[in-house]
């Protein structure tokens, strides 16, 4: 079975075509700066190490016009992978915003495009691309099965006192106030990967879940379900980001607002120019800040300082609430490949029993899995790289095949 799978930013397309017989990838690719008279294609295909690209300029005024062009890379004789579009089995979306009523990967029809628009408000940086690149694809592709899979469905199993917030009932009831969380997909395949590397069943498995991209969430796992998690009603929520602040005392906010600045101004600051960024005035990229504070920037220093502190209170918080912790699983960008930022994580998670073995830390690096904590410890701390695009495959092969895909 072929799997398309489809990322529709505001401005970019992120795609991958996987052979499921072997989950292998036969095309990926990213369209960006969709929109303009000279977006960019970079579409790649064969195995690595014997890789073709089609690198292109052209122009992509929306989401229907890149999504053709990407896949007349896909049909292209020279780099292509597919005679015809008709070999494509299913495509799989992903869908920043489910809202409180999806709790798994669906197959797309006009009832589940109405949850996705009406779940615009809450993300609506998210949820209207995500609906133009279905659009798109249901156009482009009509007689082929479409699948939605949502970041926040994996979140969906919190109960009411992790995600309720003490605000006034009606906030809730009438304002849909509550933490929906993000990531999902990419806590679900690590948590799924760390039962399977544990040896133990799903259901069993107790797990502290720690994403760090440019984006970064936590999640905490009891027995194969998210019982808690960092994010909030929206992504700024918890812990300090590459530009978000994460968790700030909310009445800050109206601080800066008497202070003069408007609410779209507080939004961008908090959202694009906080966090690591806004902390070390460097960069938002933790290569670049490790770098800086390696050389004396003590601004840059302070950055990876609350970056980490944040991270080790989490998991502490989340250890008090966990009926045990099978593993403490790193993952995403930073998780896989910082190794100083996982030794600093795991210095003080000696209290509760990690003991870091420095050489699986170095060596667990650039797509590698595996414990960086010794054998002996209480508390084992994983490194698993995490995989969304194959999670939205699989749900998206399972649903074609007629199963219902929830974790
Ligand atoms: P996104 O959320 O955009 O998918 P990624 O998961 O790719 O982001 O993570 C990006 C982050 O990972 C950046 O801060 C980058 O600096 C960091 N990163 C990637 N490789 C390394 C490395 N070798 N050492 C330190 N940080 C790294």
């Not at 489910?98 to 009406?118: A, C, F, H």
């Not at 992790?162 to 809730?172: G, Q």
């Not at 009445?251 to 003069?260: N, P, T, V």
């Not at 593993?327 to 000696?350: D, K, S, Y």
Request: aromatic share 4%; hydrophobic share 40%.
């Amino acid at each position: 079975m072929r799997i398309f799978v489809v990322n529709c930013g505001s401005s970019s397309i992120k795609y991958q075509l996987f052979d499921m017989t072997d989950e292998s990838v036969l095309a990926a690719g990213l369209l960006e700066r969709v929109g303009t008279g000279e977006a960019v294609l970079h579409h790649t295909t064969g195995v690595p190490g014997e890789t073709k690209t089609i690198d292109a300029q052209v122009p992509v005024p929306d989401h229907a016009a890149g999504l053709k062009i990407i896949i007349d890379a896909l049909v292209d004789p020279a780099a292509g992978v597919l005679d015809s579009v008709d070999q494509i089995d299913g495509v799989g979306h992903r869908v920043v915003h489910g809202g409180q009523k999806i709790t798994g990967s669906g197959r797309i029809d006009d009832s589940l495009i109405t949850v996705i628009r009406e779940n615009a408000a809450l993300a609506p940086l998210h949820n209207p691309p995500n609906l133009s690149g279905i659009e798109a694809a249901i156009l482009a592709i009509p007689n082929t099965p479409q699948v939605a899979v949502f970041d926040t469905a994996f979140l969906a199993t919190l109960p009411p006192r992790a995600y309720r917030y003490a605000v006034p009932h009606d906030w809730y009831t009438e304002y849909h106030v509550r933490k929906y969380g993000f990531h999902g997909t990419s806590h679900r395949y690590v948590t799924l990967r760390a039962a399977e590397l544990l040896g133990k069943p799903t259901e069993e498995v107790n797990l502290i879940t720690v994403h760090l991209g440019n984006g970064c969430s936590m999640t905490a796992v009891a027995g194969g379900a998210a019982v808690d998690h960092s994010m909030g009603m929206t992504p700024l929520e918890g812990l300090a980001m590459g530009t978000r602040s994460g968790d700030i005392d909310p009445a800050i906010i109206l601080h800066m607002l008497w202070r003069g600045m408007s609410g779209q101004q507080i939004d961008h600051a908090l959202n694009k120019k906080s966090g690591l960024l806004g902390v070390s005035g460097v960069s938002n990229d933790m290569r670049d800040l490790l770098a800086a504070a390696a050389d004396g920037n003590e601004r840059a220093e302070l950055a990876v300082d609350i970056f980490v502190y944040r991270i080790v209170k989490y998991i502490g918080a989340y250890y008090a609430i966990l009926p045990g912790v099978d593993a403490v699983v790193l993952t995403g960008g930073i998780g896989e490949n910082a190794v100083t930022v996982r030794r600093r994580i795991c210095r003080p998670l000696a209290a509760l029993g990690a003991v870091l073995d420095e050489q699986r830390n170095a060596d667990t690096i650039g797509g590698a899995s595996g414990p960086i904590t010794t054998d002996e410890s209480s508390l084992s701390v994983w490194v698993i790289p995490t995989n969304e695009e194959l999670m939205i495959a699989r749900d998206t092969q399972t649903i074609v095949a007629g199963q219902s895909a929830k974790s």
